[in-house]
């Protein structure tokens, strides 16, 4: 049996984001979103999670470009100028040469769980903004965390590769998967559950309808994630927050009629992460 989880991530990170979710999932495929905590529009989106009962939540954990929910001066090593680290690499800089404190890592990813809680979210999963959740020396805090809130799956960002890819793209992926590799034994005594492949990636703001159909397509027997990142097109917030400009196309991607028809055709089962 072929099960599918369409992911959408970045749930609270602005207003358009929220509401494109929301369109995906009663006109599309969605079954499933991550919500940002520390996202701006965190409660708009959980007040919409709660009229969509059907839509899976989880908890999109972040450590970069944001404010975090806690106080900036409680976590000095993962912050600068108040916000959370500026990107990836600086978050792995400051890993490697032990400038991060483990503890200020676990005391924001707990503040951002507790605060979906909060706000209504029974977290069915947990995964990670940017991915950064899968880095040694995160990974396996977020399994400390998951254990302590009950929550019992997780994202493993590593999948085949459908469709061309540029090079950066390419190098990307690879990369993020030996990262999640490398992270395999804490998933397996964990216990967490995962889905068996993950798909998106390489199409991450250009999913388009084509795309969702060839993994479709494609998808053998077993569970599936496939991430997307679909919006309300808004130049102001794209402006703002430096990202979106796929937002609106991964949304019509998600909402086609013929995606919904080749989901139907192939018989594959749409689930979210509480089904797993």
Sequence with gaps: MKRLIVNADDFGMAGPVDLGIIRGHRDGIITSASLLAGGESAEHAASLARENPTLGVGAHLCLTGMIPVLDASKIPTITKDGRLLPGPLAVMSRLTFGLADRREI????????????????????????????????????????????????????????????TIARALEKLFLEALAGSQGKHLVSSGMKRPERFYGLAETGRLDADAVMRIIKSLPDGTSELMCHPGLRDDEAVQRLGWGDGWQGELEAVTDGRVKSLVEHTRAELISFGQL
């Design 106 to 165: 676990k005391a924001e990813l707990t503040a951002q769980v507790k605060r979906a809680i909060e706000l209504g979210i029974n977290p069915t999963h947990i995964d990670g903004h940017q991915h950064l959740h899968v880095m040694p020396g995160v990974f396996p805090i977020v399994v400390e965390i998951a254990r302590e809130f009950g929550i019992r799956a997780v994202r493993f960002p590593a999948g085949p590769s459908m469709g061309s890819m």
